[in-house]
């Protein structure tokens, strides 16, 4: 049977170090009140112009493939997962592909929010198992520190975000205690708008009663992006946390059940739970209720924040530069996020 493994890892991290304390600078917080809520005790961001995600991605790769023993020309397939594009259009896959000199191979953007590394390893699992890809590069990267709002109003969204990027090399294996065993994926359309950026957009605020975009009164056009847009600050990212945060807590520990009961293990069986790093008490709070050891579950939200779709690739990539996981480890990955989304991986390392 055809598993796909992991067959190389990397991080890339921005030096830019910004500390809670950094933040009092623009907004009216306190290191006490962000580390209390989030855990979070400072961020990363990526250099204002010589850095973007997709260099980011670039430098994950890198170490990716070449921790894989391939070279970028090897790659047949790139799934780059962000919320932080470089462009609207076109996606960060096919700017990895020119900066690494790729051949002219397929390039996938998937846009799964906190969610998105997961459904984008599953994706390349699906492409491995066929048989019609043998080398998949699975990229997480964004740079949120971009356009957040930095004032007091966006204060709850803003501290809790930052920088940075992850990759994986998959291939197939067909060692019996190797590789993804399954994948999960949900999503719930009902909240989408609790945790989103609405604009730039072409909703025309067409789904709520809410005015999410001031558009200009023309017969055409104008409704994309307008003066009055950025005038009414609605270009930012908006998050309901306390509503995110309910949620959260009750789809993490399902769907990290739901890929244990389908390859009949337990929760001890569990070596290293990777969670999405959305928020520290949002990881203590799954620990708890799956009765994990301190052992079993990996954070670091503490020093990088939430970075979204980096988030698990980076944690993963620490976890195993730091000899947490070892050959036929079981290693769970798991996310939620805006959609709403949420998503696992269970795989034997
Ligand atoms: C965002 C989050 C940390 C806020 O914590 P909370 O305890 O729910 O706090 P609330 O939003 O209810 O706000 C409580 C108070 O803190 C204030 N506050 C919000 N952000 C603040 C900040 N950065 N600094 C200081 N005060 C802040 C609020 O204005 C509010 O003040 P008020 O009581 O005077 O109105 C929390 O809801 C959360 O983490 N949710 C999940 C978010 C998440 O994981 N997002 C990523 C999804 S993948």
């Given at each position: 049977?055809?598993?796909?493994?992991?067959?190389?890892?990397?991080?890339?991290?921005?030096?830019?170090?910004?500390?809670?304390?950094?933040?009092?600078?623009?907004?009216?917080?306190?290191?006490?009140?962000?580390?209390?809520?989030?855990?979070?005790?400072?961020?990363?961001?990526?250099?204002?112009?010589?850095?973007?995600?997709?260099?980011?991605?670039?430098?994950?790769?890198?170490?990716?493939?070449?921790?894989?023993?391939?070279?970028?020309?090897?790659?047949d397939?790139?799934?780059?997962?962000?919320?932080?594009?470089?462009?609207?259009?076109?996606g960060?896959?096919?700017?990895?592909?020119?900066?690494?000199?790729?051949?002219?191979?397929?390039?996938?953007?998937?846009?799964?929010?906190?969610?998105?590394?997961?459904?984008?390893?599953?994706?390349?699992?699906?492409?491995?198992?066929?048989?019609?890809?043998?080398?998949?590069?699975?990229?997480?990267?964004?740079?949120?520190?971009?356009?957040?709002?930095?004032?007091?109003?966006?204060?709850?969204?803003?501290?809790?975000?930052?920088?940075?990027?992850?990759?994986?090399?998959?291939?197939?294996?067909?060692?019996?205690?190797?590789?993804?065993?399954?994948?999960?994926?949900?999503?719930?359309?009902?909240?989408?708008?609790?945790?989103?950026?609405?604009?730039p957009?072409?909703?025309?605020?067409?789904?709520?009663?809410?005015?999410?975009?001031?558009?200009?009164?023309a017969?055409?056009?104008?409704?994309?992006?307008?003066?009055?847009?950025?005038?009414?600050?609605?270009?930012?990212?908006?998050?309901?946390?306390?509503?995110?945060?309910?949620?959260?807590?009750?789809?993490?520990?399902?769907?990290?059940?739901?890929?244990?009961?389908?390859?009949?293990l337990?929760?001890?069986?569990?070596?290293?739970?990777?969670?999405?790093?959305?928020?520290?008490?949002?990881?203590?709070?799954?620990?708890?209720?799956?009765?994990?050891?301190?052992?079993?579950?990996?954070?670091?939200?503490?020093?990088?924040?939430?970075?979204?779709?980096?988030?698990?690739?980076?944690?993963?990539?620490?976890?195993?530069?730091?000899?947490?996981?070892?050959?036929g480890?079981?290693?769970?990955l798991?996310?939620?996020?805006?959609?709403?989304?949420?998503?696992?991986?269970?795989l034997?390392?």
């Amino acid at each position: 049977m055809i598993r796909s493994k992991i067959a190389g890892i990397g991080m890339y991290i921005p030096s830019h170090v910004v500390t809670n304390n950094d933040l009092l600078k623009y907004m009216d917080t306190s290191d006490e009140w962000i580390q209390e809520r989030t855990g979070i005790k400072e961020r990363r961001y990526a250099h204002r112009t010589e850095e973007t995600t997709t260099t980011m991605g670039v430098e994950a790769a890198k170490i990716a493939i070449e921790r894989a023993g391939l070279t970028p020309q090897e790659i047949d397939f790139i799934v780059f997962a962000t919320i932080c594009p470089d462009y609207y259009f076109p996606g960060c896959g096919v700017l990895l592909q020119r900066a690494l000199k790729m051949k002219e191979i397929a390039a996938l953007d998937v846009r799964n929010q906190c969610s998105g590394f997961v459904y984008a390893i599953s994706v390349a699992d699906q492409f491995i198992k066929t048989g019609m890809y043998k080398n998949i590069l699975v990229v997480g990267a964004e740079k949120h520190s971009f356009g957040l709002d930095f004032s007091t109003r966006g204060r709850n969204v803003s501290v809790i975000f930052g920088d940075g990027a992850g990759a994986v090399v998959l291939q197939p294996t067909e060692k019996e205690n190797q590789g993804i065993l399954s994948t999960h994926l949900h999503s719930d359309g009902e909240s989408a708008e609790i945790l989103a950026m609405y604009n730039p957009g072409t909703h025309a605020n067409h789904w709520k009663p809410e005015k999410y975009a001031d558009f200009d009164d023309a017969e055409i056009g104008e409704m994309f992006f307008s003066h009055k847009m950025i005038d009414n600050a609605q270009v930012f990212p908006y998050m309901d946390g306390p509503a995110v945060f309910k949620k959260a807590i009750i789809k993490f520990p399902e769907v990290i059940m739901e890929s244990l009961q389908a390859n009949n293990l337990q929760t001890t069986d569990i070596k290293v739970l990777i969670p999405h790093q959305a928020n520290l008490r949002i990881s203590q709070f799954v620990q708890q209720k799956l009765k994990l050891r301190d052992d079993q579950v990996h954070n670091n939200i503490q020093k990088f924040g939430n970075t979204t779709a980096a988030s698990i690739p980076i944690a993963l990539c620490e976890a195993w530069e730091q000899g947490k996981i070892k050959d036929g480890d079981l290693v769970c990955l798991a996310a939620f996020g805006s959609g709403f989304t949420w998503a696992s991986a269970l795989l034997r390392w």
